[in-house]
């Protein structure tokens, strides 16, 4: 989709590449941060459709950025997906704290203005999926 802005925010270059080469496949302008302030600047600069934000990052945390991003009029219409770690370890039951923990964070994440959260490790037909999700409830682009 032709001037479809989407900002990644996060530290980690692996996983950055991973998420810019599927949105690039899928035809939006990629910008990328990787941390809380430098992503504040780049968002109100290029003004986003999509930010997609790691709610761990270094300095300020992703939940922060979000609750900035929402609070400030020239970005407050863009629409947050956060990136969050999954606590599943697999053939591993989970612990009820570590079950309590992954609740709070994501009830923090909706609490600070996120539309959408996905986990890590993210998978590319996932992420399409949302983005364009996002971008159709916001009244840009198609399904």
């Known amino acids: 989709?032709?001037?479809?802005?989407?900002?990644?925010?996060?530290?980690?270059?692996?996983?950055?590449?991973?998420?810019?080469?599927?949105?690039?496949?899928?035809?939006?302008?990629?910008?990328?941060?990787?941390?809380?302030?430098?992503?504040?600047?780049?968002?109100?600069?290029i003004k986003p459709h999509v930010a997609i934000v790691n709610a761990v990052l270094p300095g300020m945390s992703g939940y922060e950025v979000c609750r900035q991003l929402k609070s400030d009029p020239v970005t407050a219409k863009t629409a947050v997906l956060m990136l969050v770690a999954s606590s599943e370890v697999e053939g591993e039951a989970l612990s009820s704290e570590r079950i309590a923990a992954e609740v709070r964070n994501r009830l923090r994440a909706f609490d600070v203005g996120a539309l959408d959260l996905i986990t890590e490790p993210v998978k590319a037909t996932d992420l399409s999926k949302r983005v364009k999700t996002l971008l159709w409830s916001g009244g840009i682009g198609e399904l």
């Open 1 to 45: 989709m032709a001037n479809v802005r989407i900002l990644i925010v996060d530290e980690r270059r692996s996983q950055v590449g991973l998420i810019q080469a599927v949105l690039q496949r899928d035809g939006y302008e990629v910008y990328m941060a990787t941390d809380g302030t430098e992503g504040l600047e780049e968002a109100r600069r």
